[in-house]
Each structure stands twice: as C-alpha cells, then as structure tokens.
C-alpha cells in the first residue's frame, strides 16, 4: 500500500509559478503511475496530469495545461512533482496527488488535496 501526502498549496497571482509536492510512502514507489487531478468548487474532479513509473519517460497532460504544467518524479525521494506556470484564475481548485500500480486501472491512492488560488 501507498500513501501519499501533498505540501501545502497557495496564493499565486496570475503570471506566476507554484510548485506542489508530493510525497509517497514505501519502498517501491518507482513502480507506481503517479498523477495529479484537480477540482474546482462546484466542478467535478478532472485529470491534469500523469507520469509513468520508473524513470517516468511518459507524461500526459490536460489540454488546458499543456506547455504551463509540467509532471516529474524523483524516485530517490520518493516525490512527484507539479511545476505550475503561467497560472490562470481557472487553475484554482484543490490539487491530488494520486498513485496506481499500472496503467489502466483506477488510481488506488489519494492524498488529501491542497489548496491552489490563483487571483488576478
């Protein structure tokens, strides 16, 4: 079993960058498909983006974030990574951070969300 925790989120004005962590538990957490979703009040929880396991050669991404947000993982911390750029006012929502042991199975784990606002 995984357990995943994200860092805490934030107040970003619109044009900046933030930065969310999160960190897994266990010893083979380089064999797990990380990601991250968001969901915005009033809005159902929706994909922003997924990294492979290992060496995290494949990333996928939601359109709207495509060439600001950018998915890494670093296996020896036992940590993924969300680079947010170029915030929008709509990037606000609460941000997962989730795990599965493979692809094309629901994601297993879920951390507890944290808070992104992005204001103008």
């Known amino acids: 079993q995984v357990q995943v925790v994200e860092t805490e989120g934030g107040l970003v004005q619109a044009g900046g960058s933030l930065r969310l962590s999160c960190a897994a538990s266990g010893r083979t957490f380089s064999n797990y498909y990380m990601g991250w979703f968001r969901q915005a009040p009033g809005k159902e929880r929706e994909f922003v983006a997924r990294v492979s396991s290992n060496s995290g050669g494949t990333t996928n991404y939601l359109d709207s974030v495509k060439g600001r947000f950018t998915i890494s993982r670093d296996n020896a911390k036992n940590t993924v990574y969300l680079q947010m750029n170029t915030v929008k006012p709509e990037d606000t929502a609460i941000y997962y951070c989730?795990?599965?042991?493979?692809?094309?199975?629901?994601?297993?784990?879920w951390g507890q969300g944290t808070q992104v606002t992005v204001f103008l």
């Open positions: 989730a795990a599965r042991r493979t692809a094309g199975i629901p994601w297993e784990y």
